[in-house]
């Protein structure tokens, strides 16, 4: 148990953190409830994703800085897709999407493999590419989301057999991000594709020399994030409704989610836990400072520089890391 405690204290500090977050909220809005917890978690819904896709690119030794655009793809796609589409249409939209996903994420690995030019060179690139095709499917905000898809992420959880007042205070949108998290990672995680994320990020040589395909497992941590850029993406139209062709904050956010989270930007540590209350605390500060009538200009000052500090530090520990 103590050894539990030792090896997770980062992530129940992020935890007590965020409870510590939440009360100082209900102190500040008394009227902070159900439909307060419930705006928190749709709007960190997507920050979530991005922040998820991020950390598996980076525990495998990488950096994507294609996320935000890949997910404006994605979002358009799915909106302009599901206009005036039947439950079913909008359902084979979806999973669409969730390919177009696979295949940016597989086409920024496979041009970091074969150039060898490094990550964040080559995904600085796509992020301009990527940006200009989410234009090219819908120069400005529209389409629409698919009413059962929005369903699954507004309002509370309600349950069969049991009372609402049990449950209807947990968001529908942070049980998604779990069960989606759970579906793909935990699976992924324990089987050898996920050990060999680890591997080629601690030390892609030592993987090498110990016959990890470094290439091939380096395009699949890239298409991973991309189907997660993709979930990331869809959740945007579904929380607003429409295609969003702009890539929103998600980029700085989730580098700095991934930081504070507890993965190491040098790779091969950390896992996708961490990140998630990350990017909860991230939200539930920037709620508390617009409650607080905090110019929203300089709440904005205040944001961009814990996130600027905690990847600064995120990069001092990685140097440090690299050098012992």
């Not at 749709?42 to 979530?48: D, Q, V």
């Not at 896709?53 to 655009?69: K, N």
């Not at 992020?127 to 819908?138: E, H, K, P």
């Not at 991309?226 to 990331?232: E, N, T, Y």
Request: aromatic fraction near 6%; avoid cysteine; charged fraction near 10%.
């Amino acid at each position: 148990m103590r050894r539990v405690l030792t090896n997770n204290s980062w992530t129940l500090g992020l935890a007590g953190l965020l409870a510590f977050l939440l009360i100082a909220t209900k102190v500040i809005q008394p009227d902070f409830g159900v439909s307060g917890l419930d705006s928190l978690a749709r709007a960190a819904l997507p920050f979530a994703l991005a922040s998820v896709g991020m950390a598996v690119v980076v525990i495998a030794g990488g950096i994507d800085l294609s996320m935000a655009a890949m997910m404006a793809v994605a979002s358009v796609t799915g909106a302009v897709l599901m206009t005036g589409a039947s439950d079913g249409e909008a359902a084979l939209a979806v999973l669409f999407v969730l390919m177009v996903g696979i295949g940016m994420g597989a086409i920024n690995g496979t041009l970091i493999v074969l150039t060898r030019v490094p990550d964040i060179v080559v995904t600085l690139a796509m992020l301009f590419v990527w940006q200009g095709v989410a234009l090219l499917i819908l120069n400005a905000p529209g389409g629409s989301a698919a009413p059962w898809l929005r369903g699954l992420i507004v309002g509370g959880v309600t349950l069969p057999f049991l009372p609402a007042a049990l449950t209807e205070w947990i968001p529908k949108a942070l049980v998604f991000l779990i069960v989606v998290v759970g579906a793909i990672w935990l699976p992924l995680r324990r089987s050898k594709l996920g050990l060999r994320f680890y591997a080629i990020g601690s030390d892609p040589l030592a993987a090498y020399r110990s016959g990890v395909p470094v290439g091939p497992t380096r395009i699949a941590a890239y298409a991973v994030a991309g189907l997660f850029a993709a979930l990331g993406g869809l959740s945007v139209t579904m929380g607003t409704g429409i295609g969003e062709p702009i890539p929103g904050p998600y980029l700085m956010a989730s580098v700095a989610a991934v930081v504070l989270g507890g993965v190491v930007l040098g790779g091969g540590r950390g896992g996708l836990l961490g990140p998630i209350l990350a990017v909860l605390v991230l939200r539930t500060v920037r709620m508390d400072l617009t409650l607080l009538s905090i110019d929203p200009n300089v709440a904005a000052i205040i944001e961009g520089s814990i996130m600027a500090v905690v990847v600064m530090f995120g990069a001092v520990l990685a140097t440090r890391g690299r050098k012992t």
